[in-house]
C-alpha cells in the first residue's frame, strides 16, 4: 500500500531560525514529489517538484531535497517568517497518475 | 489567487438539508477534482474529471454527487449528510489528469459543518 509518512506533526520555531520538514514514502513506481505549503483558511500551493534524478531543488527560502534510494525527502526552510507559518504536505505521484498525501506537518513561526 | 473559485467559503447545514458547492476554474484546464480534507488526516480524493467525464470516484457515499456541466465548471451535490462528513472540501484543477509532472491547482475551499 503506498503511503507517505510526515514528521514532525507540528513544529513551533522562532522568526529568523532555520527548520526542517521530513517526508518518508513508500510509493512504486515512484513518479514525482511535491511540496505543498497550505496557509489557513486555504488551499494548497506547490512549492516544489522533484523527479527521480533530482536531490536538491530550491524556491527562494524553501529547498527541497530527495533521497530516492532511502525514500526520503526533506524541506528545509531558511531565516524563517511569520507568514512561513502553515501546513506543509507532501505528496508523491505513482505512475501516471496516483497521488498519495501525507497528513502535513504544521509549523507555527513565533515572533 | 490560483484561478480556481470555490462558493461558499462556508457552509453550515442540517443532516436533511440539500445543498451544493460550486467550483470555477479560469486556467483553461481540462481536469477538474474534488477533495475532502479532514483534521489530521490526508488529503481524500473524492471524485476526478477529465474533459467533463468522470474517470475516478474513491467509493465516496452517494450522498455526495457531482456533477461536471462543462471543463470551467465542478458542483458537488449534497443531501442527507452525517456529522462525520464536516470537513474542509477543496477542489483542484489541472492541464492533464495523466502523465507525469501535472501540477493541481488549489481553490480555497469550502468549509462544510453538519449539525
Known amino acids: 500500500k503506498n503511503q507517505v509518512e510526515q514528521s514532525p506533526q507540528s513544529l513551533i520555531i522562532l522568526e529568523g531560525k532555520n527548520c526542517t520538514l521530513q517526508?518518508?514514502?513508500?510509493?512504486?513506481?515512484?513518479?514525482?514529489l511535491r511540496w505543498y505549503k497550505q496557509d489557513t483558511g486555504r488551499g494548497p500551493v506547490s512549492l516544489t517538484i522533484?523527479?527521480?534524478?533530482?536531490n536538491t531543488k530550491s524556491n527562494g527560502r524553501y529547498t527541497a531535497t530527495l533521497d530516492a534510494d532511502t525514500k526520503q525527502s526533506s524541506l528545509h526552510i531558511t531565516a524563517s517568517q511569520l507568514s512561513d507559518s502553515a501546513s506543509y504536505i507532501c505528496?508523491?505521484?505513482?505512475?501516471?497518475?496516483?497521488?498519495?498525501f501525507g497528513k502535513g506537518t504544521m509549523l507555527l513561526v513565533s515572533p | 489567487e490560483t484561478g480556481v473559485t470555490q462558493t461558499p467559503r462556508h457552509l453550515v447545514m442540517g443532516m436533511t438539508n440539500k445543498k451544493s458547492l460550486k467550483c470555477e476554474q479560469h486556467l483553461g484546464h481540462n481536469a477538474m477534482y474534488w477533495y475532502k480534507q479532514s483534521a489530521k488526516k490526508p488529503l481524500e480524493l473524492m471524485f476526478v474529471y477529465s474533459l467533463e467525464e468522470r474517470v475516478e470516484n474513491n467509493s465516496v457515499p452517494s450522498r455526495f454527487s457531482p456533477e461536471c456541466p462543462n471543463s470551467s465548471h465542478l458542483f458537488l451535490h449534497l443531501h442527507t449528510l452525517q456529522p462525520e462528513d464536516s470537513a474542509l472540501y477543496l477542489c483542484?484543477?489541472?492541464?492533464?489528469?495523466?502523465?507525469?509532472?501535472?501540477?493541481?491547482?488549489f481553490g480555497p475551499g469550502t468549509r462544510l459543518t453538519v449539525t
Open positions: 517526508c518518508n514514502y513508500t510509493v512504486s513506481p515512484f513518479s514525482n
Open positions: 483542484a484543477s489541472s492541464q492533464d489528469p495523466s502523465g507525469v509532472g501535472y501540477e493541481q491547482y
Open positions: 505528496v508523491v505521484t505513482s505512475g501516471y497518475s496516483t497521488l498519495t
Open positions: 522533484m523527479t527521480f534524478s533530482e
